[in-house]
């Protein structure tokens, strides 16, 4: 539940739910709500968290709900053993455990991400068209270089692509035009470098593209809402 969208689990339609706590605690003293002679299924649960409140064109893009059909083998195996792995980890409590616990999270998180971007369900957004080996190449480039005055015709090289085709087929995949993704990216830059450092406005604006720090001041405050400095110091609040 990629955005975190309130659900049930249920194992039956017509099965009345219980709140999740109330189904811990009953693990917890060791008399399971739910038992039967039906066959036994075993649910692990966890969550990730981003420390930082920019989010990625990659988180934004997924569904409210992901789910994986049993009928890929090799992700069916993976996400076996990584279950049984950290199913032993957290009856085992040993040295170690909360490293390892992290470790096979991610694992799992990027098996989730692989199976669903190969059962095909991505038609459009940031997914699809990072699977686009020629819009893909043209991310790259925006992506490592966002300091640099891009063209259209840049970008299009990079993709291989004519401009005309290039601007189509970017637009129908990620719904806007590559200069303005390319804009809205180093927003997203700006916002990262804000948090994780402290060079003075100015510096920031000319690492993702802005010679003038009045230009960038307002085109932020356009895309946010609210100037850089404001930004930051709202932000670092928020994460103390």
């Known amino acids: ?39 036994e299924t075993l649910l692990i649960g966890g969550h990730f968290e981003f420390t930082s409140p920019v989010l990625h064109p990659f988180v934004q893009s997924l569904p409210k709900a992901i789910k994986i059909n ?20 957290l009856v085992a409590k040993k040295a170690g455990s909360q490293v390892i616990l992290g470790r096979l999270a991610e694992i799992v998180f990027t098996l989730i991400i692989r199976a669903y971007i190969e059962e095909g369900e991505v038609a459009q957004g940031f997914l699809r068209a990072f699977k686009d080996p020629r819009i893909s190449a043209s991310l790259n480039t925006m992506h490592a270089a966002p300091e640099k005055e891009w063209t ?80 930051r110091r709202k932000a670092l609040a928020r994460i103390s």
């Open 70 to 89: 049993s009928g890929q083998r090799e992700i069916r195996m993976w996400l076996e053993q990584a279950a049984s792995f950290m199913n032993e980890e």
């Open 1 to 39: 539940m990629p955005h975190g969208a309130a659900h049930r689990i249920l194992g039956h339609p017509d099965n009345a739910s219980v709140p999740s706590a109330a189904y811990v605690k009953a693990l917890q003293l060791g008399k399971p709500l739910f038992q039967g002679d039906d066959e």
């Open 152 to 231: 259209l015709s840049q970008l299009a090289a990079a993709a291989g692509m004519s401009r005309s085709l290039y601007c189509s087929e970017f637009k129908r995949l990620l719904g806007e035009t590559p200069l303005a993704y390319l804009t809205n990216w180093r927003i997203l830059k700006a916002k990262e470098i804000l948090l994780v450092s402290k060079e003075n406005i100015s510096e920031i604006a000319e690492k993702v593209g802005y010679q003038s720090e009045a230009a960038f001041n307002r085109l932020f405050k356009s895309k946010v809402g609210e100037t850089p400095a404001t930004f």
